[in-house]
């Protein structure tokens, strides 16, 4: 069933968890994208449209970790199963809200459902691939999530020009709902490990351990330059005269970059052609530079440019980051640190939108995004200098 019992997992077994990783995605970015656009037809103030917004990413904040854990204790495929279900469920929900109260009720039950299948998820294909080719299934998944994370407002958009919310809220029912007959059919039970007793201190010291706190940096330093990518591209499209689908483009540019390049490198890292240290290093300086290049020469070719380098360097640092972290996780304990580790990134995906647009208010949109290409850079010293090829075993998935 698992590389790590010497076995590779076919394609049947683990597409259902790229589902899943898309889902979580697509439900993120494609809504938040919709309520921008349908704000006014439903009364949203300003601040009621931010609350909203957030509800879905505070669930995921606090839950993840908590899930994460559960299935390390009741095991993932149930656990990835049960989100599926409450996420269709809310999104069907969805269909009919017509308030801003219902509205948010329906968004923190996606998130909270998110929260479940996103981090089970993960644990599932690190469990699943083992250690040796963590990196090659971990690409795939990734670049699953990163398409539902960039297309996500493309594809929110048109189905709101379609029919409003109730054409998205259908179509996330729709796409929640078979993610998870294709969970309960294709993915095998993955067994329950016995779990050692951890005392806080041992739990402390595993969450500033370098080989999964760096890791998590970098994943939450990619997160936020793409969640940054998808908002203030287009904006910055948009006052070089692109016009609407000139400026989505470059999100589109980033997203097709971001899907290919992953798989390739999570099979170089699997072959032992690049190291976690060097490619982490190499994926987040050249995020970096793609948003230094915009900010200091914004031109129509420097953001299609800074779009494909953003992509490009996602692609190379995320599914190392993932990798590391599933080749040095006992796997009785893989749930907890991937709940953990997508508590990072979703720290990053608020974080990095949020630093741009302080800094962007006060002076400028490109002295944000300059302080987001310093931070960016700074943390791949840190990886540079702060990570270690781990040593895995068997066990050691």
Known sequence: MSAAGGAAPSGRVVAPLYLAGFTTAFG???????????????????LTFGAILALYDIAEVIL???????????????????????FAIASFCGIFAATPVWLAVVRLGQGAA???FSPASSAAVARLAGPTMAGRYFGKYGSWK???YALGPILGAGLIAVDGFRA????LAVLGGIAAIFVAVAVPRIPVLSRPHYTIADLARQTVDPAFLVPT????????????????????GSTLGLGVFGSMAAVTVLAVASTIIQPIIGRIRDAGRITTRAGTTTGLLVIGFGVGIVTLVPTAVTLYLA???IGIGIGIATPLAFAHLAATTPPERVGRTMGNAELGREAGDAGGPLLVGAIASATTLAAGLGVLALVTIGIAGVGASALRTPKPTTQDA
């Open 168 to 171: 998205l809220f259908l179509a």
């Open 307 to 309: 779009a494909l380098l």
């Open 217 to 236: 940096l970098v994943l939450a330093a990619s997160t936020g330059v793409l969640g940054v990518a998808v908002g203030f591209l287009p904006l910055l």
């Open 146 to 148: 990163s398409l539902g």
């Open 64 to 86: 993840k970790p908590i899930f994460g854990s559960l299935s390390d204790r009741v095991g993932a495929k149930p656990v990835i199963l049960g989100g599926l279900v409450v």
């Open 28 to 46: 993120a970015h494609g809504v938040a994208a919709a309520l921008g656009a349908e704000s006014e037809n439903i009364g949203l103030s300003l």
């Open 114 to 116: 998110a929260s479940a």
